[in-house]
């Protein structure tokens, strides 16, 4: 994240702190909630938002061997299911890697508890089948640069349910421009004042799948447990 200010009298550091801590608390953000767990700079294969928040029905499950994952194991849990088997030679034909990688990929989910495989030698989703039912929100605080902030907010859509982007109040403007490219993309727009914590939505995001399972599951891979 970029530290420079705006002659605001804060840099993006120093507004990401204060929002941080208002994520943080018991208060919910006005039309979001509050979230199960935040992260706070976690990279997600296309880029790196400033936080992810987190909604899941349990506590998510503490993965073993996390920073072992890679593309690779997300590209299998990917295309896995819960109650169709898929077997290794069909992995890795669709997938279009070496036989070994595929292989050590789904050992290494298997260690997780994501991937089980069947006594035909075959795989399913069993623990992973829970990843793909987490509710993720991403938020790209910017201080200045709209068009790099919508580019970025657009790479999130591919992991994250909502998207959102998060600008000091007097910056709101600056999206005016933009906001036909926001509303196709559903991502939302909202202002916060670091000096008086209020965050105040000025377009709402709009809930959508993910555009790619396998963006979503490398997402995941890296956040939950983290």
């Known amino acids: 994240m970029k530290t420079h200010g705006v002659e605001l009298g804060y840099t993006e550091d120093e507004m990401a702190t204060v929002f941080e801590h208002r994520l943080r608390s018991r208060r919910s953000l006005r039309g979001i909630g509050r979230f199960s767990k935040i992260f706070r700079e976690v990279e997600c294969h296309r880029g790196r938002p400033d936080f992810v928040g987190i909604i899941s029905r349990g506590k998510p499950n503490e993965l073993r061997h996390q920073s072992s994952h890679n593309v690779a194991s997300a590209r299998v849990l990917s295309l896995l299911k819960k109650r169709s088997p898929r077997s290794l030679s069909s992995l890795t034909q669709q997938m279009d890697m070496k036989a070994q990688t595929v292989r050590h990929a789904l050992r290494q ?38 068009r790099r902030a919508v580019f970025q907010a657009q790479q999130y859509t591919l992991f994250a349910q909502q998207v959102w982007i998060v600008v000091p109040p007097s910056q709101a403007q600056t999206y005016d421009a933009y906001r036909a490219v926001l509303a196709r993309w559903g991502i939302g727009l909202a202002t916060f004042s670091p000096r008086s914590h209020r965050f105040t939505p000025i377009i709402s995001a709009r809930r959508h799948a993910p555009g790619s399972r396998e963006h979503q599951a490398y997402a995941m891979l890296r956040l939950v447990g983290a």
């Open 109 to 146: 989910l298997e260690a997780s508890g994501l991937v089980e495989e069947l006594a035909n030698g075959s795989f399913i989703l069993s623990g992973g089948s829970a990843i793909f039912e987490i509710e993720t929100t991403a938020f790209e605080l910017k201080l200045k640069n709209p």
